[in-house]
């Protein structure tokens, strides 16, 4: 079995968080109303259903959309916005930041086979994503 190098202080199960992942859903609660912003993105570029993010061993979390068919200027664009993206995890706190930790995104996360949850603790709504087959 492969083993997998976790960041210098992760939690064990950090291991199921490392991989490749795509966003299924994005839904978010704006005044009583839920809307899956994932879905809307897709209406507007539907090209995005190819765009995958990677949660690397190293602690470095990439958007990746060179496999996609989206234009190069919204490839590059999207791509610059996590070039220096970090992640860690504590318990079940999954947190990324482009900032060294200074600001970040937070969510409560749970992997159940090739499937992971994340739920924002900010207000940031859920995201299911789904492991890629490397």
């Known amino acids: 079995m492969l083993q997998v190098p976790l960041p ?18 994005h839904t978010v609660v704006f005044e009583g109303q839920t809307m899956d ?7 507007q570029r539907p090209c ?9 061993a190293d602690s470095t979390y990439r958007l ?4 996609s068919s989206c234009d190069e200027k919204y490839k590059s664009t999207q791509q610059k916005l996590y070039a220096k993206t970090r992640w860690k995890l504590e318990g079940d706190k ?8 200074a600001v970040g995104q937070s ?14 603790t ?3 709504g ?3 994503l789904q492991k890629q087959s490397p």
């Open 64 to 67: 990746n959309a060179s496999g």
């Open 126 to 128: 859920t995201l299911i």
């Open 94 to 101: 999954f947190t990324t930041s482009a900032t060294n930790f």
């Open 122 to 124: 900010e207000g940031q």
């Open 8 to 25: 210098a202080g992760a939690n064990p199960d950090a291991a199921a968080v490392i991989g490749t992942w795509k966003v299924l859903s």
């Open 107 to 120: 969510y409560k996360v749970s992997v159940s086979g090739n499937r992971m949850t994340w739920v924002g």
């Open 37 to 43: 912003m994932h879905a809307a993105l897709l209406q």
């Open 48 to 56: 995005a259903a190819q765009i995958v993010y990677e949660v690397h």
